[in-house]
């Protein structure tokens, strides 16, 4: 089976600029989370969707929105992108949400300049 | 607020010994606690988990995690470390009350031949 897939793999845009990053789930999983990783810390927990509902959210601002899809898969939107949100853009899957572990995708590099 | 500590930025081990990473948490209600690496230029992956049960978690490639609730500690432990267990480990960790998962910032693990 495919595990997650994340495009585009790299992405250079503009401050002010809008972004659309996108997450491909484990087939038969559920649940998508999204985390941003600067470089030299851990994931920072953005977003996490369930059976196309937010059930969780870290401390970004408005300008992050995400969404999930009928068939699980999941688009991260970065508004008024300042270079701060120059980051590795992390997608997670599982079964189940919450308490079972997660699959990481490749993730997405954005660099905003 | 949940939090998770990882003392040590960089652990150096030499190969054939014993190794071991120290976690610590803080989480309101019993916690969810998870053991991710990261090898240069792939994904994050999973290594184990405690959710409820044994406190000794056995997981991946000879790893396994001792959870103790009176010091909120989760250290990984591998009674023989490879160089090939080289890489950057994360912590992480969940409570029960909502779908947030934190992580740590990181150890970076150097087993020297």
């Known amino acids: 089976d495919a595990g997650v897939t994340q495009s585009p793999t790299h992405l250079i845009k503009t401050r002010g600029q809008h972004v659309t990053l996108r997450c491909s789930p484990i087939?038969?999983?559920?649940?998508v989370s999204w985390y941003q990783q600067v470089l030299g810390q851990g994931p920072q927990f953005i977003f996490q969707?369930?059976?196309?509902?937010?059930?969780g959210r870290g401390n970004f601002p408005d300008r992050f929105s995400a969404r999930q899809f009928p068939n699980y898969s999941s688009e991260l939107n970065v508004n008024a992108l300042l270079l701060g949100d120059s980051a590795l853009y992390l997608c997670a899957s599982s079964l189940i949400r919450g308490t079972y572990e997660q699959y990481f995708g490749p993730g997405t590099r954005l660099t905003v300049t | 607020a949940q939090s998770v500590a990882q003392p040590e930025d960089q652990v150096n081990v030499a190969e054939g010994n014993p190794l071991t990473v120290k976690c610590t948490y803080s989480v309101s209600g019993n916690p969810y606690l998870f053991w991710y690496v990261q090898y240069p230029n792939r994904g994050l992956q999973f290594l184990l988990k405690y959710i409820t049960g044994d406190n000794l978690v056995k997981g991946s490639y000879g790893f396994e995690a001792e959870f103790n609730k009176s010091q909120t500690s989760f250290h990984l432990k591998k009674p023989s470390a490879l160089v090939s267990d080289s890489a950057l480990y994360f912590c992480?960790?969940?409570?029960?009350?909502?779908?947030?998962?934190?992580f740590g910032k990181g150890t970076r693990l150097h087993i020297l031949p």
């Open positions: 992480a960790v969940k409570g029960n009350r909502d779908d947030k998962i934190i």
């Open positions: 087939s038969g999983h559920k649940s």
């Open positions: 969707y369930y059976e196309k509902e937010e059930r």
